[in-house]
């Protein structure tokens, strides 16, 4: 098939690219660089630079390219800034969603997957959360999120436009050539690395006293392979009819138990001080991911935290300024 990615210069659309292009995919990049990588997007894929805020240039894009499928990656995504900068999510993140699915219904498109997030399910108290879990957006990321996922399911009502919606935890590792860089870094376990790579000094966690085992954060950290893996096998079924799942490893590993397995990947101690709990961030997030794994037969290769971190750090060594664009 021929698949539209967008965000495909960021950290999981590039890979996901990647893999669909050792698929057999022919795979149109459109991205405006605001947040990814010119030099994250594969030789192979045809590159459009454009913002999906410019709706010429997302119309142009889908008009001259007819592709198959869409997948949507681009996006902000980070709790803590939807929190301090709602607009940026509850306008920018839907706007331009819904630019690119207009296009996609103009221009005939007939399907859609759309990168969605654990944080439509707030401050769950499963141990595990399924499909079935009540959504309630924990901030308005996982709000923007869900409004797209709604949209989706009119636009699939009203113009029969098939959708897959896939709901990450929390992405992680790398492949061979590719890996994550986002300036500024927030996220766990690029942060870890670079504290052991004396980039910087050390590790603050967000917070001690949330009701876990050790009082750090628990998530499920899923392998960005089998996340990109997900969305092939989801393309492939949805002919049939939509669908929604939620993608992680089923384990929870503390914000203690990640930094501790960074110490035994990289053989360097990590300093750590404890700071303020950030804002939205739930005590737990662990999905369970059983209906993908029944319908599809989905089954995450990458299991292992340590095996999971050791892909980040083997990236990080090769690339410890990230991609130099
Ligand atoms: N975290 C932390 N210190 C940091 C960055 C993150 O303690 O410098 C915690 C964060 O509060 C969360 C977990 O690590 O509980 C994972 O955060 P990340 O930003 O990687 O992903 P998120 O869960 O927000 O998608």
Redesign the pocket.
């Known amino acids: 098939m021929k698949i539209l990615v967008t965000g495909g210069a960021g950290y999981i659309g590039s890979i996901a690219t990647e893999v669909l292009l050792g698929k057999g995919h022919e795979v149109v990049v459109f991205d405006n660089l605001s947040q990814g990588h010119r030099a994250a997007v594969p030789n192979e894929a045809h590159w459009v630079q454009g913002d999906l805020a410019a709706v010429d240039e997302i119309r142009a894009t889908v008009r001259e390219q007819r592709p198959d499928a869409v997948m949507h990656f681009a996006a902000r995504s980070?709790?803590?800034q939807s929190m301090d900068a709602p607009f940026l999510y509850l306008r920018d993140n839907v706007t331009q969603g819904l630019n690119l699915m207009e296009a996609c219904i103009e221009f005939g498109v007939p399907r859609f997957i759309l990168s969605s997030t654990a944080?439509l399910f707030g401050a769950p108290e499963a141990l595990l959360i399924d499909e079935q879990y009540p959504v309630a957006p924990g901030s308005p990321y996982g709000e923007s999120k869900w409004m797209l996922e709604r949209a989706l399911h009119w636009l699939s009502e009203t113009k029969g436009l098939r959708y897959a919606c896939l709901r990450y935890f929390?992405a992680a590792g790398a492949s061979e050539s590719r890996g994550e860089h986002h300036s500024p870094e927030?996220?766990?376990?690029p942060?870890v690395l670079q504290a052991a790579s004396g980039q910087r000094e050390g590790?603050?966690?967000?917070?001690n006293d949330y009701p876990t085992p050790d009082g750090?954060?628990v998530?499920d950290y899923v392998h960005v392979l089998d996340l990109a893996e997900a969305h092939a096998l989801a393309l492939d079924v949805l002919d049939a009819g939509n669908c929604t799942y939620n993608l992680g490893n089923g384990e929870g590993f503390s914000?203690r138990e990640?930094i501790n397995a960074a110490q035994r990947v990289t053989g360097v101690e990590i300093p750590t001080v404890l700071?303020p709990r950030?804002a939205g961030?739930p005590a737990r997030?662990v999905a369970s991911s059983q209906r993908i794994r029944d319908d599809l037969g989905w089954k995450p290769v990458y299991t292992d935290l340590d095996e999971i971190i050791s892909s980040a750090w083997r990236w990080h060594q090769q690339h410890p300024n990230g991609y130099v664009d």
Not at 186 to 189: D, F, M, P, V
Not at 203 to 207: M, N
């Open positions: 980070l709790v803590g944080n929390n927030t996220h766990l376990i942060l590790i603050t966690v967000f917070g750090t954060c998530r914000v990640v700071g950030r961030d997030l």
